[in-house]
């Protein structure tokens, strides 16, 4: 089993910057393949970014490239989301995940999941 704990969400104005934080426990943390997705109200669940075990595959929905960056310091078994320019309809809960079979692309499928933490950007 792997526990994840999502946090640094919150209000932020358009153009603003937030960095979410993914704290793992449980199993090696370093076998994993991490991935961040988000759902926004009445849309489906949508692939955000995602690395492989040791962060050096990455790979980013088209919609956050160049804003959003994501990172892991296995040391310390977190991964993170940095998110910059960030605009209303990046408004949507925010999940991490992960994945033990993953390769870090946007087609990974889940082992584990966070509760989710609320991003919402104004205008």
């Known amino acids: 089993q792997v526990q994840l704990v999502e946090s640094g969400g919150g209000l932020v104005q358009a153009g603003g910057s937030l960095r979410l934080s993914c704290a793992a426990s449980?199993?090696?943390?370093?076998?994993?393949?991490m991935g961040w997705l988000r759902q926004a109200p009445g849309k489906e669940r949508e692939f955000v970014a995602a690395?492989?075990?040791?962060?050096?595959?990455?790979s980013y929905a088209d919609s956050v490239k160049g804003r959003f960056t994501i990172s892991r310091d296995n040391a310390k078994n977190t991964a993170y989301l940095q998110m910059n320019s960030l605009k209303p309809e990046d408004t949507a809960v925010y999940y991490c995940?992960?994945?033990?079979?993953?390769?870090?692309?946007?087609?990974?499928?889940?082992?584990?999941w966070g509760q989710g933490t609320q991003v919402t950007v104004s205008s």
């Open positions: 995940a992960a994945s033990l079979y993953g390769l870090g692309s946007p087609y990974d499928e889940y082992d584990y």
């Open positions: 449980g199993r090696t943390f370093i076998n994993y393949a």
């Open positions: 690395f492989n075990w040791s962060g050096d595959i990455t």
